[in-house]
Every structure is written in structure tokens, then in C-alpha cells.
């Protein structure tokens, strides 16, 4: 499954699909409601099935990467519950490999062509004025971001050039401004920024400036659209009009590149309720934001009784699952492994000596194949008001935990094998609330999921 349209003649198919997932979700609590951070103190093992405990005892971790990778034959047979779990989180979830054909006719009488998008370097050439354009598109992008904006830049140039009467964009949470700046700037689309951040918006129009007096530089100030994007510092609420903050009544595209979960769900509330708001391209992350009473937002899942989504299950959803299978495959395999295990082991020694500290932010720690749990301690609490007696570090607990290790990672493993299934469910409510709007909306995995994790597009139009 690549394009995952939501018109009409899908209902059917969207509500079996979700109660699915719900049923999945609500069937595997014990894996997905908890922290892995908790592994030893509430002691997760002990929660595992015996013939599942008893299959992984002579689990091989270079297995892994396998288990969690759709139709890759495992090496060794796992019991036949664990087996149809395995096989039915890959049915189930939406793909979010970029590579599949893509097979959407909604996009196709949009002329949208993800498979098309033009790297940056390409619009850099075939500009006519190339200097300057490097200029826009190289200054401190980092490869990620550059990803990421040239691949939705494109289909954003392809959606607008398809709407009638429709040249602003309205960018949802635009941090630094680089999407925005490349959407007025290099194709030329009046461009409103609506950013919450103060620092962010100062550096995006620091960042806007110094643009601009390259333009100047290279004189091309005569030539091209020289218009920055329009700057407007708020932050965006769950009531806001985004035409009227903006006192914008043209029609518009609205856009947000990573909009973290609340603000996600303001901007299709904004689709639906704003007449001037003609369509929508929409990456939605960090889903554990989203509020207990903005989910589920679809009348569709209200019907279905969908489980609330607790914060750990909201949190796994945004884990780089490709990432982490990439590492297994790589010399960085055995730190990637370890780390869960350190970490735990930590926040049980936390929980006995300074049991305030429990589930806080630690320093992060790069850690080597050679590190040991007595180097990853220090560095993890340098300079954090923790208090643990160096003895503790060589006790018998501390080892039998250290044992563990194959468990542990083993169990985050499971978490990351249904983490799919709660960003499938939320998006799902997302495209189905559009449609009850009457609403097409299309999603896509857009991005490399290895180079940008929260990877699916959102396409709507009204
Ligand atoms: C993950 S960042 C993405 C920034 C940018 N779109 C990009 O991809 O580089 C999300 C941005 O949205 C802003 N933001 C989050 N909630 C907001 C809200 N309710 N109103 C306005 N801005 C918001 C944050 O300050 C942050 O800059």
C-alpha cells in the first residue's frame, strides 16, 4: 500500500481498517503503554508470554534487523501467536517505503508525482540564476531538511499549479523559515510564515535578510520575486483564525512541514472551517503532543470507540524504527543494542537512591563498542543532581542486569514492531475527518523514512 487515498468509496475500508488497529493496540497495551526507560523496575519481562521467552532464549540479535523487516525470512521459528503478530502489524500498518509505485488516482488528476521531485541541485541548475539559488539552498541546511524541502517543495509547486485562482501559501509553524524562503523566493508564491517561537522567527528573518543582500549582491534584485516571506509571530491555538490573524481573505494553500502533534490538528480544523483555505500538504510529528481530548478527532473513530492513545504509545509511534534497522546492519550494532540496556539499568538505580529524578532527561552519551556501564553512568549523569554510591556500580544487581541485555532490546524491539500501528490509527483519524468534510485527501510516505522518520505526506483538497 504507498498512496493511501481517502475518498468516499473507501469508508468501508477505512472503518475495518481502524477497528483493526484498535484491536491491536488495545490487545498489546502491556508492550506499547510503557517506557522502555521502566525494562527493570517494572520488570517487563515478566509480562512476556512463556512460549515467546522461551523462542528468544535462543534468539540470535543478528535475527533482528529480520524480525522487524517486512518479508525478510527469519532464521530461526517463532511460536505461532508471535509469528501472526509479526505477520499482522506489517498488514496493517501503512507503508512508509517511498519506493513502491505509487498508485493514487487522486494524485495523478492532481499531476502530483512524488516520484518526480527535482533535487535541489537540479532546481539550482536550471534556474537562470543559479548563484543565487545555491545561495537559498545551501546555507546551512542540513541533509535532512534539504530532503525534506525538496521533495515537498515540489509537490507543493505541483498542488498549486493544479488549484485555480490559489499563488499563497500559509506555512503552519515554520521554525526557521526555509521551506518558506524557497517556496517565495526560488518558485516565486507569496509566502505568509506563521511561526510560535520567538527566537525561531528572529532567525528566520535574520536568516531572510542576509538572502536578501545576496540578492543585492549578485544583482539580481531586478529579476526575480525578491519578496521574503511575510513573518507572523503567534502561536497558533485550537479557536484561531488563520485568516483573520493573517488578514489574509485570498485563497490559500495551507502548509506545515513537521508540525508537531497539537499543531497538526489546528491546521485541519483550519482546512474545514476556513473558506479561503483551498487545500493542505500536511507532515505531521512528535504525536505525543497531541492532546488526551484532540484525539480521536474523526467522527468515524468516535463511532469505532478507539482506544485513547496513551503518551508511550504516542511516543514509540515517532521512534525511528528504519534508522535503527539500519544500524543493526552496521558496525555501530552493538552500541545501538547496548544503550537500551545502560539506560534502564540507570533509571532502576534512580529509582532507588533519587527516586524524584525517575523518568528525567539524562545527558546523551555517543556510546562505543567499548564502553562499559560504569563509563556510560558518568557521562550520562554528569553535572544532574544525582547521587548513586560507586559501589552500586559493581554489585550483583548491576551484573544480573547487564545479563539481561538480549531481553531488553528484544523487548523494545516488540515495542518498535507496533509503533506503526498508533501513527497508522492517527493518521487514519486525520484523512477521515477531512473526508467527513466531504474533503480528498491523500497520504503518502513521502520522505526517505532512514534520512526523515516521520516520512507521510498529507495532500487535501477542497
Ligand atoms: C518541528 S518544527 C518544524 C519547523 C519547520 N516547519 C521545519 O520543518 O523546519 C515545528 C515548529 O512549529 C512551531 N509551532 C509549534 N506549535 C505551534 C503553534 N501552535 N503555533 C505556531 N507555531 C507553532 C514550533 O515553534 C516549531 O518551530
Given at each position: 500500500m504507498y498512496g493511501y487515498e481517502c475518498l468516499d468509496t473507501h469508508k468501508d475500508r477505512d472503518e475495518k481498517h481502524m477497528r483493526c488497529l484498535s484491536y491491536l493496540i488495545s490487545h498489546y497495551k502491556w508492550i506499547i503503554d510503557v517506557y522502555n526507560v521502566d525494562y527493570f523496575v517494572a520488570n517487563h519481562?515478566?509480562?512476556?508470554?512463556?512460549?515467546?521467552?522461551?523462542?528468544?532464549?535462543?534468539?540470535?540479535?543478528?535475527?533482528?534487523?529480520?524480525?522487524?523487516?517486512?518479508?525478510?525470512?527469519?532464521?530461526?521459528?517463532?511460536?505461532?501467536?508471535?509469528?501472526?503478530?509479526?505477520?499482522?502489524?506489517?498488514?496493517?500498518?501503512?507503508?512508509?517505503?517511498?519506493?513502491?509505485?505509487i498508485d493514487s488516482d487522486f494524485c495523478e488528476s492532481l499531476k502530483i508525482s512524488p516520484n518526480s521531485c527535482r533535487t535541489l541541485d537540479s532546481l539550482v541548475n536550471d534556474s537562470k540564476h543559479p548563484k543565487m539559488k545555491r545561495e537559498i539552498l545551501n546555507r546551512k541546511i542540513k541533509e535532512k531538511k534539504r530532503h525534506e524541502i525538496q521533495r515537498l517543495s515540489t509537490i507543493?509547486?505541483?498542488?498549486?499549479?493544479?488549484?485555480?485562482?490559489?499563488r499563497t501559501i500559509v506555512d503552519c509553524g515554520s521554525g526557521q523559515g526555509h521551506l518558506s524562503r524557497i517556496m517565495s523566493l526560488c518558485y516565486g508564491?507569496?509566502?505568509?510564515?506563521?511561526?510560535?517561537?520567538?527566537?525561531?522567527?528572529?532567525?528566520a528573518q535574520n536568516k531572510d535578510l542576509k538572502m536578501l543582500n545576496s540578492l543585492k549582491k549578485y544583482k539580481l534584485m531586478d529579476n526575480i520575486h525578491t519578496d521574503c516571506p511575510k513573518q507572523v509571530n503567534c502561536v497558533l491555538q485550537n479557536?484561531?483564525?488563520?485568516?483573520?490573524?493573517?488578514?489574509?481573505?485570498?485563497n490559500h494553500l495551507l502548509l506545515g512541514?513537521?508540525?508537531?502533534?497539537?499543531?497538526?490538528?489546528i491546521i485541519l480544523k483550519q482546512l474545514r472551517e476556513c473558506q479561503s483555505a483551498k487545500g493542505l500538504i500536511l507532515v505531521s510529528c512528535c504525536y505525543f503532543k497531541i492532546h488526551m481530548n484532540s484525539f480521536?478527532?474523526?467522527?468515524?473513530?468516535?463511532?469505532?470507540?478507539?482506544?485513547?492513545?496513551?503518551?508511550?504509545?504516542?511516543?514509540?509511534?515517532c521512534h525511528a524504527i528504519e534508522k535503527f534497522i539500519n544500524k543493526l546492519n552496521t558496525r555501530e550494532r552493538l552500541s545501538t543494542l547496548r544503550i537500551h540496556c545502560y539506560r534502564a539499568l540507570l533509571e532502576s538505580l534512580i529509582d532507588k537512591y533519587n527516586p524524584n529524578m525517575r523518568h528525567n532527561a539524562m545527558k546523551s552519551v555517543?556510546?562505543?563498542?567499548?564502553?562499559?556501564?560504569?563509563?556510560?553512568?558518568?557521562?550520562?549523569?554528569?553535572?544532574?543532581?544525582i547521587d548513586i554510591p560507586e559501589e552500586e556500580l559493581d554489585s550483583?544487581?548491576?551484573?544480573?542486569?547487564?545479563?539481561?541485555?538480549?531481553?531488553?532490546?528484544?523487548?523494545?524491539?516488540?515495542?518498535?514492531?507496533?509503533?506503526?500501528?498508533?501513527?497508522?490509527?492517527?493518521?487514519?483519524?486525520?484523512?477521515?475527518?477531512?473526508?467527513?468534510?466531504?474533503?480528498?485527501?491523500?497520504?503518502?510516505?513521502l520522505f526517505d523514512p532512514i534520512l526523515s522518520p516521520r516520512n507521510f505526506v498529507l495532500i487535501a483538497i477542497k
Open positions: 519481562w515478566s509480562k512476556v508470554p512463556k512460549q515467546w521467552t522461551q523462542c528468544f532464549e535462543k534468539f540470535d540479535l543478528k535475527d533482528l534487523s529480520n524480525f522487524l523487516t517486512k518479508g525478510s525470512p527469519m532464521n530461526c521459528v517463532l511460536p505461532l501467536n508471535l509469528l501472526s503478530l509479526r505477520a499482522t502489524c506489517f498488514a496493517l500498518q501503512l507503508s512508509r517505503q517511498t519506493n513502491d509505485n507543493t509547486d505541483q498542488l498549486l499549479k493544479s488549484l485555480d485562482n490559489c508564491y507569496d509566502v505568509i510564515s506563521i511561526e510560535g517561537n520567538d527566537d525561531n522567527v528572529l532567525g479557536n484561531s483564525s488563520i485568516s483573520e490573524l493573517t488578514e489574509l481573505a485570498d512541514l513537521h508540525a508537531c502533534g497539537p499543531l497538526s490538528a480521536p478527532m474523526s467522527q468515524c473513530a468516535h463511532k469505532l470507540s478507539v482506544p485513547a492513545l496513551s503518551y508511550e504509545a504516542k511516543e514509540i509511534a555517543k556510546i562505543g563498542d567499548n564502553m562499559n556501564f560504569n563509563d556510560y553512568f558518568h557521562k550520562a549523569v554528569n553535572g544532574l543532581n550483583d544487581f548491576v551484573r544480573n542486569c547487564l545479563s539481561q541485555q538480549q531481553n531488553c532490546i528484544i523487548f523494545y524491539s516488540l515495542r518498535l514492531l507496533i509503533a506503526p500501528l498508533v501513527e497508522s490509527l492517527i493518521l487514519l483519524d486525520f484523512i477521515n475527518y477531512l473526508k467527513e468534510d466531504g474533503i480528498q485527501t491523500a497520504l503518502l510516505p
